[in-house]
């Protein structure tokens, strides 16, 4: 798997916002084994929705961290060659929301 964008950018250049990301992601993928445990195991709708609820938070702020990242690249260094444009990282923001 590369770190990359659909565009080809790099997901993250910086190290602790990647790591960030990662971790994330992780405590994301935990929660959903979580769910489906949970449906297995036929729990209480209750408790699948806050599970649901917390996996989905967890990939929501994934998301923004990617684009707040990529944002303040722009925003460093807007003429470099490999920085999302303005325009797409505001249909990628919005697609988050």
């Given at each position: 798997?590369?770190?990359?964008?659909?565009?080809?950018?790099?997901?993250?250049?910086d190290?602790?916002?990647?790591?960030?990301v990662?971790?994330?992601?992780?405590?994301?993928?935990?929660?959903?084994?979580?769910?489906?445990?949970?449906?297995?195991d036929?729990?209480?709708?209750?408790?699948?929705?806050?599970?649901?609820?917390?996996?989905?938070?967890?990939?929501?702020?994934?998301?923004?961290?990617?684009?707040?990242?990529?944002?303040?690249?722009?925003?460093?260094?807007?003429?470099?060659?490999?920085?999302?444009s303005?325009?797409?990282?505001?249909?990628?923001?919005?697609?988050?929301a």
């Amino acid at each position: 798997m590369t770190d990359t964008l659909v565009t080809g950018d790099p997901l993250v250049h910086d190290p602790e916002a990647k790591r960030k990301v990662v971790n994330r992601l992780k405590r994301a993928q935990g929660q959903l084994a979580a769910v489906i445990t949970a449906v297995e195991d036929d729990a209480h709708c209750r408790d699948v929705v806050q599970q649901l609820s917390a996996v989905s938070k967890a990939l929501d702020r994934a998301g923004f961290l990617v684009i707040s990242t990529a944002l303040r690249e722009c925003l460093t260094d807007p003429d470099a060659d490999d920085v999302t444009s303005p325009a797409e990282l505001e249909k990628l923001f919005l697609s988050l929301a």
